[in-house]
């Protein structure tokens, strides 16, 4: 049986690249990969834009609401009839955007149709609450691994601070893509309560 990896990490912490590497890896050997994020996602279009400058096109994009078993079935038909060969891995980027429910359907994928899954996202928003999809995730992955990186003391980094501008915020829509207006910070705890006066969610 096929299993749904959980690969999570504050910002830049190297998800889009290692996603990219995951893909590099399969196809290094000749196998097929599916490409997916959430439509939401609007940074890099229908790309996965990593941090390093390496960007791919998507295979498919999720919109809120797709039953995404049906939409990866659908896709796994095309390939087969246009390649002649199977999907090895279905490889999400940004997946805290998905819904609970398309989250079970990625477990559905690896479980029922034998695909592996390897999600690829953040735990948390700017206010240190869980995204609904990443909530999900810790509950019904095979496997979760954080992959890590380092604050500006130079302690783990934990938490995605919000910028606007140079000023951090601690309301507002749990969504906003990184671009002109919004940036993020990765944060240590005692940075993140620092620069909000201790404040949590």
């Known amino acids: 049986m096929a299993k749904l990896y959980f690969r999570y990490g504050a910002m830049n912490s190297g998800k889009s690249t290692a996603l990219l590497q995951a893909a590099f890896n399969y196809e290094e050997r000749g196998q097929r990969v599916l490409l997916a994020k959430p439509r939401v996602d609007t940074k ?11 960007t791919r096109t998507v295979d498919v994009t999720f919109a809120p609401g797709d039953d995404v078993l049906s939409v990866f079935c659908a896709e796994r038909a095309r390939v087969r009839d246009e390649t002649g060969s199977d999907l090895a891995c279905l490889l999400v980027d940004e997946v805290q955007f998905l819904s609970p429910a398309q989250v079970d359907d990625l477990l559905r994928i690896a479980v029922l149709e034998d695909v592996p899954v390897l999600a690829y996202g953040i735990r948390t928003d700017f206010r240190t609450l869980a995204f609904p999809g990443s909530r999900r995730l810790m509950e019904v992955s095979h ?5 890590k990186t380092i604050c500006r003391c130079g302690r783990k980094a934990v938490f995605n601070a919000r910028k606007v501008g140079d000023r951090f915020v601690f ?9 002109e207006q919004v940036t993020y910070e990765s944060l240590c705890g005692a940075c993140y309560l620092a620069e909000s006066s201790g404040r949590l969610a």
């Open 143 to 147: 496997s979760l691994e954080e992959l």
């Open 44 to 54: 890099g279009d229908d790309a996965v834009v990593s941090r390093l400058g390496v």
């Open 171 to 179: 309301d507002g829509d749990q969504v906003a893509i990184d671009g």
